[in-house]
């Protein structure tokens, strides 16, 4: 039995990791790989600490830390969950495959995946011109010209966060003229820049290039006919999935699936459930905010174990 | 009139310049040195990404970081804020010395300070065998002899920490057997671990050493005669004190004079005034907590500002 299963491999997992080993918990920790999303950033200028690291280098630093703790901690690298099962005396079934692994607590750092487009050259030119964190990569397309895809709240903020580097911004929004979800305030920001230029009642259909990008290629709503913009930069920004079917039967879940949880400790609806980064209902998905929370999370869970011992 | 003024200079303060700046918020940052309070560690094994770094290490990284944005942010570091008012319109002041800066939000990031014993040797030895955060340091005193002074929650709970490693735990309590505070299951811990002595009724008095500490003198609370007790370790563990006075006028703090904070998106009582690490309510004092909070703190001025043009 283990006093803590924590199901994940980015920042978030790596931290509860190496926090639950140096305070001897009886800790196991599965994850497909170690890094999480941003392993596929070229450059990362926020990551607290470092001017500028690769997601590569990020994930290498992450695994090391992580493995310097491995007297403490067994490591299922590679290894991905299936299913977690909540036991009638709450304690915790954690299905691998055919193994089972019990727990105590289980602390959920499965991150999310950003919603794609689907659309030919999107996933080929990840990195290379194709962007989905405006927060992260804007500052990379000074002078540019790129293109927004998705006309909700997070298309807008990306938007906002690009005029400021972008030479020229378009933003591809399905929505006809007059429909742009998001704050009134951003969408006004929006209308009074000679930046941007709104493409409406469109959907993004390829993205173009040869080493990076050099265009993206869109469809009106209602017709066949490709049209193409010349642009260096594509933010995907269409919205982002949970990663939480998990433990989605017995841990609640907000409308669109994220883990609710409480800001304060990141507790779950479920005792001995904690949560925290993008599988959460944070209303960030930033690395080092997912990396404070998983500590709070597994600091949660430790008190939670000295009170049900 | 700056759009934000940050203050501080530990990881907290420094996160929140990093991502002020990559937003391109107007801001300043007042800080007298840039690190934050374990500037002074030996070794730091919890900053998540580095096996082990040196407090000083850390901080030199920390300034990198910082300045790599500087064409973005003015730094005014060696620079305290002695004051921050409050004007009628929402707006305010920043003191520092005989200068006033405006701003629209603050971002208070100014830590805590651990309350300390006030006893010969405590300072000289502080990173050589004196520690103030054990869930930090206990590591570190691996089969070596420690004492704790401190017989409320956090000395409870850093004795906890310290019977996984060390050899032998002393725990120094003003108050007498049967008196010490923290929750019933910590206490039985400790009252069923045979590395655990407890000196109740008794107030340290000294430390003493060479090159690192060797030892511990105290006094019962009713006698002037000293005793001492042969440590290699010294945890000073009797609360932090939050350094809150700069806002405490006008912003809502708690009985200890933390910084009350919506715990979803770091606001404060006072519109436009948001805090982070700990300096705050929050219940956990690591230093990649106040990064990832000091960083919702920025993002929520950022929200703030959108709305409040």
């Known amino acids: 039995m283990y006093e803590t299963i924590i199901i994940g491999g980015g920042p978030a997992a790596v931290a509860a990791g190496v926090y639950a080993a140096r305070k001897q918990i009886k800790t196991a920790l599965f994850a497909s790989q170690i890094g999480g999303q941003s392993v596929v950033s070229d450059g990362i200028e926020n990551w607290i600490g470092e001017e500028v690291i690769s997601g590569p280098d990020l994930a290498i630093k992450l695994k090391k830390h992580l493995e310097s703790q491995k007297d403490n901690i067994d490591l299922h690298i590679g290894e991905n969950v299936d299913k977690v099962n909540k036991k009638e005396d709450g304690t915790f079934e954690v299905v691998v495959g055919e193994d089972i692994y019990e727990t105590k607590t289980v602390l959920v750092c499965s991150g999310g995946r950003h919603r794609r487009l ?5 996933s080929d030119f990840e990195g290379r011109g194709v962007a989905f964190c405006a927060t992260c990569d804007a500052p990379f397309f000074k002078d540019k010209d790129v293109a927004v895809v998705g006309g909700g709240n997070s298309g807008l903020e990306a938007v906002v966060d690009l005029i400021k580097y972008a030479n020229k911004v378009y933003l591809i929004a399905r929505k006809p003229d007059g429909g742009l979800r998001g704050d009134p305030v951003t ?8 930046k941007v230029e709104i493409i409406y009642e469109s959907n993004a259909s390829a993205v173009v290039g040869e080493a990076m990008v050099t265009g993206l290629k869109y469809k009106k709503n209602d017709s066949d006919e490709e049209h193409e913009i010349a642009v260096q930069g594509v933010f995907v920004e269409i919205g982002s999935v949970p990663n939480s079917e ?32 993008d599988v959460t209902n944070s209303a960030y998905r930033q690395n080092n905010i997912a990396v404070g929370d998983a500590i709070k ?11 049900n011992q």
């Open 118 to 122: 689907g659309v030919p050259g999107e």
């Open 187 to 194: 969408q006004a920001e929006i209308m009074n820049s000679d």
């Open 246 to 277: 998990i433990v989605g039967e017995f841990v609640d879940t907000d409308d669109w699936s994220n883990i609710k949880v409480n800001f304060e400790n990141q507790e779950t609806s479920c005792p001995g459930v904690f949560a925290a980064g």
């Open 297 to 307: 999370a597994l600091l949660s869970a430790h008190e939670y174990l000295k009170k």
